[in-house]
């Protein structure tokens, strides 16, 4: 049971995406929170997708790690920070501060990631502080970088209201950036000329509201936007003036560029020219232009290329700085741009500051430490490889899971488990990270911390507290100062509070500043922190409102530059191999510590999948809802088949979300290759090479249960259920003693009775355990998938008065309907509910889904599915 320590509402930020939503949290009598989209906050005004309106269910302390521990046994704090303390202190004596390293994440508050950051670099005097943000927005920030002199986000949300074209770049935002998404189906909806152009491989929920989707070959973008560069010089549309006055390098990039006809780049991309003729005519024409763009560019070996492909269209046509257009990285996580502007990265020192001279000796006076770190540290992927090589004699991770997130993961879960000392800080008692750790330190979550984060359109937001500190957890800022107090560096590390330390950090982004750094929050250090409302940055004392807006870049003479891209060469895997493309889901996010603990979100996607093509998936004989085995050098995992033609052929899509805590073999960072870019050392995360073949099971399963099994067949996903927990089994040969095996899966007392149904003709066998009519297990095994209907058997456990022979008999009964795979998590509607709305009782748009049925009516994150309900049934009734 959590405790509240507000009675009234809170006014604070979601633990999510980076968009940043303003969210009121409400503690009821009851001990649970009611959470509604804050109607004043500037990110979302009022709304929230299913992630964010479904944070009440996340918040209860099942599966917290809620006491320090050391080798496995719980101790007292002192005893944890005193070992953490004298072990990273022996490590820098013996071996130097290069021998050990922090690895955060952007989902942790600005001010516990300044604190780390300040430890690692400015005081233990090593540059090996990086954080997961290299695996995500790396690569923008080295883009950004080279184009304007400093890593610059900028775009403003309202922006993507005010523009006429809208080109999604990578970008998967109905799912990923779902409040964004809305805002930009409003604005269409308001104004029916602006258009979207969506560039993804895959033909995802996203292309609902495009005009134009371009399924181009993974990494076709450099060549696209090379080309579109070229298209802009002959069509004379550029900005003579703006290219003269505020940019360099313009001729170099249009040299290489010349030669990158539609022609050319239609086959690079795969994609016919007609479509890319159509995209350059309308960006041609079209002065309020915003191009979105995330992970299908970032994490890329070509990413950074791909950024500068980007940022030099809007350059060369002074398409930056103005309302309407401009190209617009949109973050990740909550606090990707926090960490940056603190220094999280290894490349980067601190407050948008690098490893200059100058930077050094500023920063260096500014801590009053002159053991700073004077040299970059290693980045993600170079760290693990080091400490699979025994060079890291101690880690640190803090709020991220590389086990599960980075490439060549089993590489990362060997050197950890041989790495001397490990240090994990998590919300999570058990996480795939947690478990290689000596010792484990109970951090705040959210609802129990304090400090900000910072959105994509550069707004800091307060996260506030409305629960109590649950067991003995603390927040990371206070673990590390304790850490750094004990390790000596107490003056340097004396907060009370956040608040002092987002004064420093403001003090930090000012000092010696007078407009020569883009990160000025010197405006802010006197700011109420208790009451800050969301501002945008800068803050200077005198602020100026948009970035760019006076066309004066950071680089020394203050011009934009132009950088000429080469675009790769294609990438063509080996003969009978896929391309493996990875990501996310609508109502996942990452590593499932906090969305797997609610039913409603796992009720979308239940198991670890692949998403193949029709063509493909007949040529290698996977059947539907058959199971693939997806392999390559590095490893293997065994995943759901998705037939669908929204996949481009030769090519493959997983989710990353399913670790070894949900699915016997479902880590697919397994698989992925740790190639990085040359410029952000940022890992190719959307493009691994694959083979992938059937399993031919013998037998399959699906359960309810009440209890958490513990599985041993040879593939098992679990997911949480209203009332228990489901899951969906395979096995290579039968149980011999079906008895002895559900009792020891599903740990039943002797006394428990089973009983047990076999089909001979079909194989189809079932098993059910009732107390007093109500349901400990159901299993149905069968030969083949089982095709019991999931929702149905997941009522059962909510279900009373339950008879053996119903259960048994795997049928939905009159009073049960079954209401299909779920749609809606907000209100639990499934396929076939919304199906009938639209076949029986005639609803023909998503209003009068919505109207019948409740779905999509509250947080909307699912009016893209529904609407393809609609339209599947239209192309059915006219065919
Ligand atoms: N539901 C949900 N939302 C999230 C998250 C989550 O875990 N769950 N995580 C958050 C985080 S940290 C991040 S970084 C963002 C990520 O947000 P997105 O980047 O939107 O999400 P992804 O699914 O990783 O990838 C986006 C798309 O890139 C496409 N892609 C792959 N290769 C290429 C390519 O070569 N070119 C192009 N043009 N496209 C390609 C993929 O097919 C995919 O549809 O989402 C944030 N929001
Ligand atoms: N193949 C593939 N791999 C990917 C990606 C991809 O698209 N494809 N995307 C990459 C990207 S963009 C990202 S951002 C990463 C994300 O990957 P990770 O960062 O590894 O994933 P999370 O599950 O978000 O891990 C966060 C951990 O921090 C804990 N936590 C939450 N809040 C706090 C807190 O306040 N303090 C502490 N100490 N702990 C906390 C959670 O319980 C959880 O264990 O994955 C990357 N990996
Ligand atoms: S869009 Fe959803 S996940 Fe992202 S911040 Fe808003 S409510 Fe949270
Ligand atoms: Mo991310």
Redesign the pocket.
Same mark, same amino acid.
């Given at each position: 049971m959590t405790l509240s320590v507000a009675s009234t509402t809170t006014r604070t930020t979601c633990p999510?995406? @980076?968009v940043g939503c303003g969210v009121l949290a409400t503690p009821q009598a009851d001990g649970s929170v009611a959470i509604a989209g804050d109607p004043d906050h500037p990110a979302n005004f009022g709304r929230l997708c299913s992630?964010g309106s479904a944070l009440g269910e996340t918040l209860s302390l099942d599966g917290r790690l809620l006491y320090p521990e050391s080798d496995g046994a719980r101790v007292t704090w002192d005893e944890a920070l005193e070992r953490v303390a004298s072990t990273f202190k022996r490590a820098i004596t013996e071996f130097g501060p290069n021998s050990v390293a922090f690895y955060g994440s @952007?989902q942790l508050l600005t001010e516990d990631y300044y604190v780390a950051n300040k430890l690692m670099k400015g005081f233990i005097g090593s540059g090996n502080m990086d954080t997961n943000s290299r695996l995500?927005m790396a690569s923008s920030v080295a883009g950004h970088k080279r184009a304007f002199g400093s890593d610059t986000v900028p775009g403003n949300y309202e922006d993507l209201e005010l523009a006429d074209l809208i080109v999604l770049?990578?970008?998967?935002?109905g799912?990923?950036?779902p409040v964004l998404y809305q805002r930009i189906v409003k604005a269409k909806a308001e104004r029916p000329d602006m258009r979207i152009v969506l560039?993804?491989?895959?033909r995802?929920v996203s292309a609902d509201i495009a005009d134009l989707h371009l399924p181009?070959q993974?990494? @076709?973008?450099a060549a696209l936007f090379v080309g579109l560069l070229a298209h802009l010089a002959n069509a004379g549309v550029t900005a003579p003036g703006f290219i003269a006055d505020h940019t360099s390098g313009v001729d170099a990039a249009l040299l290489v560029a010349e030669d990158w006809t539609v022609a050319r780049v239609a086959t690079a991309t795969g994609v016919p020219e007609h479509a890319i003729a159509l995209f350059y005519d309308w960006f041609a024409r079209t002065e309020k232009t915003v191009t979105v763009y995330? =992970?299908?560019?970032n =994490?890329?070996a070509a990413g950074t290329d791909k950024v500068n492909a980007i940022v030099n269209c809007h350059l060369l046509t002074g398409r930056i700085g103005r309302p309407g257009m401009g190209p617009f990285s949109v973050?990740? =996580?909550p606090n990707?741009m926090g960490g940056r502007e603190v220094g999280g990265l290894a490349n980067t020192l601190a407050a948008h500051m690098d490893f200059s001279p100058d930077a050094i000796d500023r920063v260096g006076r500014f801590w009053r430490s002159d053991s700073i770190a004077t040299e970059p540290g290693l980045k993600a992927v170079d760290l693990f490889a080091a400490m699979g090589r025994g060079e890291i004699k101690a880690i640190w991770i803090m709020a991220t899971n590389p086990v599960d997130s980075m490439p060549e993961a089993d590489m990362v879960k060997a050197a950890l488990a041989a790495c001397p000392f490990v240090v994990v800080s998590d919300m999570s008692a058990r996480t795939d990270t947690g478990v290689t750790a000596h010792v484990r330190l109970p951090a705040a979550g959210w609802g129990e911390k304090d400090g900000t984060v910072t959105n994509s359109e550069r707004r800091i937001s307060r996260q506030r507290p409305f629960l109590a500190l649950p067991g003995e957890a603390r927040p990371d800022w206070w673990i590390v100062s304790e850490v750094a107090r004990r390790m000596g560096f107490g003056d340097a590390f004396g907060y009370a509070s956040p608040a002092d330390i987002f004064a420093e950090h403001s003090a930090l982004t000012g000092f010696e500043n007078d407009g020569s750094r883009d990160l000025d929050l010197s405006g802010l250090i006197e700011a109420d922190y208790a009451s800050l409302a969301p501002t945008q940055w800068p803050v200077r004392r005198a602020s100026r409102a948009r970035m760019f807006g006076d066309g004066r870049f950071f680089t020394p003479d203050r011009k934009a530059r132009f950088v000429p891209v080469l675009p790769p060469p294609p990438f063509a895997p080996a003969p009978g191999r896929f391309i493996f493309?990875t @990501?996310?889901?609508?109502?996942?996010?990452?590593t499932m510590t906090r969305t797997g603990k609610t039913p409603r979100l796992s009720a979308h996607y239940a198991e670890p999948f692949v998403e193949i093509h029709p063509a493909d998936a007949d040529r290698l004989n996977i059947a539907r809802a058959s199971l693939v085995r997806l392999s390559n050098r590095h490893g293997s995992v065994v995943v759901r088949a998705l037939v669908t033609d929204r996949q481009r052929r030769g090519h493959l899509?997983s989710p990353m979300?399913w670790t070894d805590q949900f699915a016997s073999n479902g880590r697919i960072d397994a698989l992925v290759t740790a190639k990085v870019d040359p410029f952000s050392s940022q890992p190719a995360l959307?493009?691994a090479e694959v083979e992938a073949e059937p399993v031919n099971a013998a037998l399959f399963g699906f359960f309810v249960s009440a209890q958490r099994p513990a599985l041993d067949s040879a593939y098992w996903a679990v997911a949480e259920a209203v009332g228990g927990m489901r899951g969906e089994l395979a096995w290579f040969e039968q149980p011999a003693d079906w008895d002895h095996w559900l009792r020891s899966a599903f740990a039943l007392p002797q006394a428990a009775r089973i009983h047990s149904m076999l089909d001979s003709g079909s194989g189809r066998r079932s098993f059910v355990v009732l107390e007093q009519g109500q349901l400990v297990v159901a299993l149905y095994t069968a030969p083949e998938p089982v095709a019991v209907s999931r929702q149905w058997a997941v009522g059962l456990l909510s279900a009373q008065g339950l008879s053996a022979s119903t259960v048994l008999a795997g049928r939905p009964g009159a009073d049960m309907p079954d209401s299909g795979a779920i749609v809606c998590s907000c209100f639990s509607v499934g396929v076939n509910t919304i199906t009938a709305a639209v076949t029986a009782q005639g609803c023909s748009t998503v209003e009068a889904v919505g109207a019948c049925t409740k779905a999509g009516t509250n947080c909307g994150s699912c009016r893209a599915e529904i609407r393809g309900i609609i339209d599947a049934h239209r192309l059915a009734a006219a065919e």
């Amino acid at each position: 049971m959590t405790l509240s320590v507000a009675s009234t509402t809170t006014r604070t930020t979601c633990p999510y995406c @980076g968009v940043g939503c303003g969210v009121l949290a409400t503690p009821q009598a009851d001990g649970s929170v009611a959470i509604a989209g804050d109607p004043d906050h500037p990110a979302n005004f009022g709304r929230l997708c299913s992630k964010g309106s479904a944070l009440g269910e996340t918040l209860s302390l099942d599966g917290r790690l809620l006491y320090p521990e050391s080798d496995g046994a719980r101790v007292t704090w002192d005893e944890a920070l005193e070992r953490v303390a004298s072990t990273f202190k022996r490590a820098i004596t013996e071996f130097g501060p290069n021998s050990v390293a922090f690895y955060g994440s @952007g989902q942790l508050l600005t001010e516990d990631y300044y604190v780390a950051n300040k430890l690692m670099k400015g005081f233990i005097g090593s540059g090996n502080m990086d954080t997961n943000s290299r695996l995500c927005m790396a690569s923008s920030v080295a883009g950004h970088k080279r184009a304007f002199g400093s890593d610059t986000v900028p775009g403003n949300y309202e922006d993507l209201e005010l523009a006429d074209l809208i080109v999604l770049v990578g970008s998967n935002l109905g799912w990923c950036h779902p409040v964004l998404y809305q805002r930009i189906v409003k604005a269409k909806a308001e104004r029916p000329d602006m258009r979207i152009v969506l560039i993804d491989p895959r033909r995802t929920v996203s292309a609902d509201i495009a005009d134009l989707h371009l399924p181009l070959q993974s990494d @076709g973008d450099a060549a696209l936007f090379v080309g579109l560069l070229a298209h802009l010089a002959n069509a004379g549309v550029t900005a003579p003036g703006f290219i003269a006055d505020h940019t360099s390098g313009v001729d170099a990039a249009l040299l290489v560029a010349e030669d990158w006809t539609v022609a050319r780049v239609a086959t690079a991309t795969g994609v016919p020219e007609h479509a890319i003729a159509l995209f350059y005519d309308w960006f041609a024409r079209t002065e309020k232009t915003v191009t979105v763009y995330s =992970q299908g560019v970032n =994490q890329s070996a070509a990413g950074t290329d791909k950024v500068n492909a980007i940022v030099n269209c809007h350059l060369l046509t002074g398409r930056i700085g103005r309302p309407g257009m401009g190209p617009f990285s949109v973050t990740g =996580q909550p606090n990707a741009m926090g960490g940056r502007e603190v220094g999280g990265l290894a490349n980067t020192l601190a407050a948008h500051m690098d490893f200059s001279p100058d930077a050094i000796d500023r920063v260096g006076r500014f801590w009053r430490s002159d053991s700073i770190a004077t040299e970059p540290g290693l980045k993600a992927v170079d760290l693990f490889a080091a400490m699979g090589r025994g060079e890291i004699k101690a880690i640190w991770i803090m709020a991220t899971n590389p086990v599960d997130s980075m490439p060549e993961a089993d590489m990362v879960k060997a050197a950890l488990a041989a790495c001397p000392f490990v240090v994990v800080s998590d919300m999570s008692a058990r996480t795939d990270t947690g478990v290689t750790a000596h010792v484990r330190l109970p951090a705040a979550g959210w609802g129990e911390k304090d400090g900000t984060v910072t959105n994509s359109e550069r707004r800091i937001s307060r996260q506030r507290p409305f629960l109590a500190l649950p067991g003995e957890a603390r927040p990371d800022w206070w673990i590390v100062s304790e850490v750094a107090r004990r390790m000596g560096f107490g003056d340097a590390f004396g907060y009370a509070s956040p608040a002092d330390i987002f004064a420093e950090h403001s003090a930090l982004t000012g000092f010696e500043n007078d407009g020569s750094r883009d990160l000025d929050l010197s405006g802010l250090i006197e700011a109420d922190y208790a009451s800050l409302a969301p501002t945008q940055w800068p803050v200077r004392r005198a602020s100026r409102a948009r970035m760019f807006g006076d066309g004066r870049f950071f680089t020394p003479d203050r011009k934009a530059r132009f950088v000429p891209v080469l675009p790769p060469p294609p990438f063509a895997p080996a003969p009978g191999r896929f391309i493996f493309n990875t @990501g996310r889901v609508r109502d996942h996010w990452h590593t499932m510590t906090r969305t797997g603990k609610t039913p409603r979100l796992s009720a979308h996607y239940a198991e670890p999948f692949v998403e193949i093509h029709p063509a493909d998936a007949d040529r290698l004989n996977i059947a539907r809802a058959s199971l693939v085995r997806l392999s390559n050098r590095h490893g293997s995992v065994v995943v759901r088949a998705l037939v669908t033609d929204r996949q481009r052929r030769g090519h493959l899509f997983s989710p990353m979300h399913w670790t070894d805590q949900f699915a016997s073999n479902g880590r697919i960072d397994a698989l992925v290759t740790a190639k990085v870019d040359p410029f952000s050392s940022q890992p190719a995360l959307k493009m691994a090479e694959v083979e992938a073949e059937p399993v031919n099971a013998a037998l399959f399963g699906f359960f309810v249960s009440a209890q958490r099994p513990a599985l041993d067949s040879a593939y098992w996903a679990v997911a949480e259920a209203v009332g228990g927990m489901r899951g969906e089994l395979a096995w290579f040969e039968q149980p011999a003693d079906w008895d002895h095996w559900l009792r020891s899966a599903f740990a039943l007392p002797q006394a428990a009775r089973i009983h047990s149904m076999l089909d001979s003709g079909s194989g189809r066998r079932s098993f059910v355990v009732l107390e007093q009519g109500q349901l400990v297990v159901a299993l149905y095994t069968a030969p083949e998938p089982v095709a019991v209907s999931r929702q149905w058997a997941v009522g059962l456990l909510s279900a009373q008065g339950l008879s053996a022979s119903t259960v048994l008999a795997g049928r939905p009964g009159a009073d049960m309907p079954d209401s299909g795979a779920i749609v809606c998590s907000c209100f639990s509607v499934g396929v076939n509910t919304i199906t009938a709305a639209v076949t029986a009782q005639g609803c023909s748009t998503v209003e009068a889904v919505g109207a019948c049925t409740k779905a999509g009516t509250n947080c909307g994150s699912c009016r893209a599915e529904i609407r393809g309900i609609i339209d599947a049934h239209r192309l059915a009734a006219a065919e």
